[in-house]
């Protein structure tokens, strides 16, 4: 579904990305696990249209989408949830969900899919005419998820979704993405949890330092020595 | 008696102010430049609306709606052409870009067409004393305060209730952000400058109207005192500047009506001094403190 083929991504002079290659299928929870500063957000950065690689191709259902802007990459079915969430705190739940649907022109669709994100996050229902702002962060990760379902996208990008949050909270917002890869979209979520990533994902990357230095069945990386070390706290 | 005068002459002069001054704040909410150029379009405007009004003989409310047009594409040009590059430069390169474009405007406007004066006719729109609690007011004075809120009740919904004005509050607050959600973030800053531009527009036909005359640097001195409204305000703030402006408007008459009418140009200046010290973010602008 998404093949990324040996991007280069530079801040400035400061390469980020090194010849970054990977693949998703559909249907897939793939994670990306690394340190903080690896470049796991540069990399759904770069694949959302946000940064433009220097080098190599994103391909997307076949065609490139590489250097297109993030808006026809929207259009085409990849939705991103950002570190931090995002939310537009100075507006309402309500608001901010039909954000989410911005290029979307089917009135019943987007009423469907309203439905179906009160669905998996009651919560919001009950917060409709909140500022966003004044929600509690579990909340507002919620809404970013629900925000970026809107654009009902074949693949959902989700960066650190767990960051800053309750445990118990966590554990919601996982079986949830469970939920949404079950419901037939395709996922690939960056995550500083690496047990917790690795639980649900199909398949996992190992970045570190704009590398990519390890890939496999999530399973059998988790058994690995060298993540079990480097990443799940074992010794 | 003479008091409530004062007070309906200086919210007509502010609503006036307000005009100008929401698009100061819309453009500084969503670029973080103040467009110094904004008070020129605002000349523009009430040159439009003059050539409308005296060479296409065009009824007033059409004027009005010509020149916010014009003014409108006006405005988009301007970002188009001298602020759209800059984009990821410096805020200061902007802001002298602005000044730049201010003065470009001033003259090359006076080149074209010369530096004189005109003079609105006085029949524009009906005028006759209405009498409200003993007092006697000038019925345009009421049409003005009629036209600039309408506009902003307008300006309201479009903010609030469409698309467009979802958009802009979203590049407003967080652009990239917006990008996700596929906003075009160039066409909703395009959108601001028209809308602003438009309002200023307005402004200066309904200027033109009540104080009669008009000439190519009329715009320097309301320009700079709806900024002064909009700081006031809260900068960014859409309903800071209706606010700030009217507050200013009333703020000066009142100056005015105690006897110091020299000083009425100076008071908005000290205005800006005490609120630039004291409440640095304005009436409706939250205070933040730096982060260290």
């Known amino acids: 579904m998404l093949k990324v083929e040996d991007i280069n991504v530079y801040y400035g002079n400061i390469q980020a990305l090194d010849d970054i290659s990977l693949e998703i299928h559909e249907g897939e929870i793939v994670t990306l696990i690394g340190a903080n500063g690896a470049g796991k957000s540069t990399l759904l950065k770069t694949v959302s249209g946000l940064l433009k690689p220097k080098q190599g191709k994103i391909l997307y259902e076949g065609k490139p989408i590489n250097g297109k802007a993030a808006q026809t990459i929207v259009k ?53 005419k909140q500022q966003a702002g004044t929600l509690s962060g579990g909340e507002q990760q919620m809404l970013a998820m629900g925000r970026a379902l809107m654009a009902r996208p074949r693949l959902l990008l989700l960066d650190e979704p767990s960051m800053g949050l309750a445990p118990l909270l966590v554990k919601t917002i996982f079986r949830i993405i469970e939920e949404i ?26 970045v570190e330092t704009g590398r990519i230095v390890l890939s496999g069945d999530a399973a059998e990386l988790t058994s690995s020595e060298q993540v079990k070390m480097a990443y799940l706290g074992g010794h | 008696m003479e008091l409530i005068q004062q007070l309906v002459n200086g919210i007509s002069l502010g609503s006036i102010y307000a005009l100008i ?115 006697k007011i000038n019925s345009q004075s009421l049409l003005i305060l009629g036209v600039s809120v309408a506009l902003m009740i307008i300006l309201q919904f479009i903010v609030h209730k469409t698309k467009i004005g979802k958009a802009m509050r979203a590049v407003s607050f967080d652009a990239e952000a917006a990008r996700l959600m596929g906003i075009n973030v160039d066409r909703t800053i395009s959108a601001t400058f028209a809308i602003g531009s438009a309002l200023a527009g307005a402004a200066g036909v309904v200027f033109g109207v009540y104080y009669i005359k008009i000439e190519p640097l009329m715009g320097v001195i309301p320009g700079l005192k709806a900024f002064v409204a909009a700081v006031l305000g809260g900068i960014g703030i859409i309903p800071g500047a209706m606010v700030g ?17 020299l000083w009425r140009d100076g008071a908005a200046f000290i205005v800006l001094i005490l609120i630039l010290i004291f409440l640095p973010s304005g009436l409706f602008g939250k205070y933040k403190r730096e982060k260290v």
């Open chain 1, 76 to 128: 085409q079915g990849i939705s991103h949830v950002p570190e931090g969430r995002r939310v537009f705190a100075n507006m309402t739940v309500e608001e901010n969900l039909q954000l989410g649907a911005f290029l979307r022109k089917d009135k019943e669709g987007i009423k469907q899919d309203l439905e179906r994100v009160y669905e998996l996050f009651p919560r919001l229902l009950e917060r409709l």
């Open chain 2, 245 to 261: 402006g009217l507050l200013l408007g009333v703020i000066e008459s009142l100056v005015s009506a105690f006897g110091y009418s």
């Open chain 1, 181 to 206: 890869n079950k419901a037939g979209t395709t996922i690939l979520l960056v995550e500083q949890n690496a047990n917790l990533a690795l639980s649900i994902a199909n398949r996992a990357y190992v």
């Open chain 2, 21 to 135: 001054a929401l698009g100061y704040t819309m453009v500084y909410g969503i670029v973080k430049l103040i467009n110094f150029a904004h008070g020129d379009v605002f000349m523009v405007g009430s040159f439009v609306g003059f050539y409308s009004i005296t060479v296409l003989h065009l009824p007033f409310i059409v004027s009005l709606i010509l020149s916010m047009a014009v003014c409108a594409v006006f405005g988009v040009l301007i970002e188009r052409i001298a602020y759209k590059p800059l984009r990821n430069a410096t805020r200061i390169a902007a802001l002298i870009t602005a000044i730049g474009v201010s003065l470009l405007i001033e003259y090359g406007f006076i080149y074209v067409r010369g530096a004189q004066p005109e003079a609105y006719p006085g029949d524009v729109l009906p005028e006759h004393a209405v009498h409200i609690f003993g007092a």
